[in-house]
């Protein structure tokens, strides 16, 4: 999973017509680690995204206007916009991960 870096690529990523899913963590995060340790499955099984993480802390002000209130979160984007969201409290299985993907599909 590619790491976005700054604001403008975060722009120029989720503005294309391919829908992209951005997982907002943390480096302290131990929910985030331990999705960490499944997501890899996640993706290879749902091809259709193109896959990115965003450091919480360092794009604080993304994280507040997508309403990324916890970690880890998935957002889905596509031409610029959020079309679904995957709340931290409902993202730490990948069971979980992997019933939302259905839902929204």
């Not at 099984?45 to 450091?55: D, R």
């Not at 959020?82 to 259905?102: D, G, R």
Request: proline share 5%; glycine share 4%.
């Amino acid at each position: 999973m590619e790491t976005i870096k700054s604001t403008e690529q975060f722009n120029e990523l989720i503005s294309g017509s391919d829908p992209v899913i951005v997982k907002f963590e943390t480096d302290w995060c131990p929910d985030c680690k331990v999705m960490d340790m499944f997501i890899g499955d996640v993706i290879e099984n749902n091809p259709q995204y193109k896959w990115y993480e965003m450091n919480r802390d360092e794009f604080s002000e993304i994280g507040e206007k997508y309403d990324v209130m916890g970690i880890p979160s998935l957002l889905i984007f596509k031409d610029g916009e959020k079309t679904a969201h995957l709340h931290s409290a409902n993202a730490k299985s990948p069971e979980q991960v992997n019933e939302f993907l259905a839902s929204v599909k």
